[in-house]
């Protein structure tokens, strides 16, 4: 069956540009989680999703950062006025029941702000 | 707080050289204990799930062990493409967020 996926594999943007980022989970998966992952360190979490709410938003760095989720599947997680810190892997997983259960993770979306 | 905390950093091998990797954490209560593996440029790949001490899981050349304090995943006559980043993650009660080590890269040579 399909996995997570995400789009686009890579993005390069120039500071002080808005982007967008997409994660298509498995289907069913009623769990979703962004995380963010710099270069030799592991995931850090952002933000996990329940349905359609962001059951916990308190990774988000700063009030640049938001993700949505309008009708419980796919989700965008949006940054605006990006900076060079910015740059990163992120990573989108889901679960289909949250907390306790495996998280599947997609190929993560590399950011490159210049 | 909650750390996890993975060693060695890194780890070469020759094909065949069994080891283990170690994974410690510091948690007010585990719901659970994940390892994946990672390759360059992709996504974490999903390895194994353990709940509870004792408990232990095996897959191929690998095998995940769980102490109260401690997770190992020993590496059995290891192969060239064994060679990737193993990271550990926790999740502990009272959140839904996996805490990540900073992973093991190993390399396996031929």
């Known amino acids: 069956g399909a996995g997570v996926s995400q789009t686009p594999s890579n993005k390069v943007t120039e500071k002080g540009k808005y982007v967008e980022l997409r994660c298509d989970p498995i289907?069913?998966?009623?769990?979703l989680y962004w995380y963010r992952q710099s270069l030799g360190q592991g995931p850090e979490f952002l933000i996990y999703?329940?349905?359609?709410?962001?059951?916990?938003d308190s990774g988000l760095p700063n009030d640049r950062f938001f993700a949505v989720r309008p009708e419980g599947s796919v989700s965008t997680l949006k940054i605006q006025r990006t900076e060079r810190g910015d740059s990163a892997v992120y990573l989108c997983?889901?679960?289909?029941?949250?907390?306790?259960?495996?998280?599947?993770f997609g190929p993560g979306t590399r950011l490159t702000v210049l | 707080e909650d750390q996890v905390t993975q060693s060695p950093e890194a780890l070469r091998l020759q094909e065949g050289e069994s080891s283990s990797l170690n994974c410690s954490y510091t948690v007010s209560g585990l719901r659970g204990l994940f390892w994946y593996r990672q390759d360059p440029g992709k996504g974490p790949e999903f390895l194994f799930t353990?709940?509870?001490a004792g408990e232990e899981k095996e897959k191929e050349r690998l095998k995940a062990t769980l102490t109260k304090k401690e997770s190992f995943l020993h590496i059995t006559a290891p192969k060239p493409e064994d060679s990737a980043t193993y990271l550990c993650a926790v999740d502990t009660s009272g959140t839904y967020k996996y805490i990540f080590g900073t992973g093991t890269r190993l390399k396996v040579l031929a």
């Open positions: 999703f329940q349905g359609t709410g962001a059951a916990d």
């Open positions: 997983a889901s679960s289909g029941l949250g907390s306790g259960d495996t998280q599947y």
């Open positions: 353990l709940y509870s």
């Open positions: 289907s069913g998966h009623t769990a």
